[in-house]
């Protein structure tokens, strides 16, 4: 059965922030589709981002024209191949943000976060790193498919904070993976079967930060026939409740022929 896709993408600098430090990056010749949320001001972050979509985007493209093509880092076992090939891309993409940041004092201490989705004839491949999420919405229920690296989310799963607590929490900021940071990282990464209509939502917490699931849910479940005006939806949303961050998403529909 082969897999067709619809897909769709945008992103906003929000009602607060001066500059955009998101990236967005579709590749649909590759069925490659990313969101990155980048740190560091003073244009560094937006650097890093930019980097990491790049970077992921090339290697994909690399090694679907060769086969042969030398990988930087070795196939994990236990992990399919389209999951070494993703993770691989995101490692080497830290590695290229870390090396710049190391030789350039202007951009020391930059990083991003990154969430990828790779779609196969058979398989959603989806890895990430950071607080940027992949949603899936199938049917009308919308289901978190990564984990936040986020001090919150580690306390949450340390504590079972209640839901006072959490909305309390005075470090919602701050993560505890991302690209750039040291030379390695740890890549999360991950495939699942998708079924005829899964919508899948890519986004930097800009989105999430402002709007609950459910609104997100709503809207996704109202507009999916229009992917980028769904899109603009869940970001107005986001700018109307706030938009005290840059805010970036990304759209992907399934359709089995």
Known sequence: MAIKLRYAGNTDVGRKRGHNEDNLLLVPEENLYMVADGMGGHASGEVASQMAVDTVASFFQETSKDDDVTWPYKMEKGLRYEENRLGASIKL???????????????????????????????????HVGDSRAYRLRGDVLTLVTEDHSLLNDYIKMKDLTEQEIENFPHKNVIVRALGMKETVQVDVGHEAPEHGDLYLLCSDGLNGMITDKVMCEIMVRERSDLEKCCNSLIHAANENGGTDNVTVALVEIVKE
């Open 93 to 127: 993409a830290n590695l290229r943000i870390f090396e710049t940041a190391s030789q350039n004092a202007g951009q020391r201490g930059m990083g991003t976060t990154l969430v990828a989705l790779f779609v196969s004839s058979e398989f959603v491949f989806y890895g």
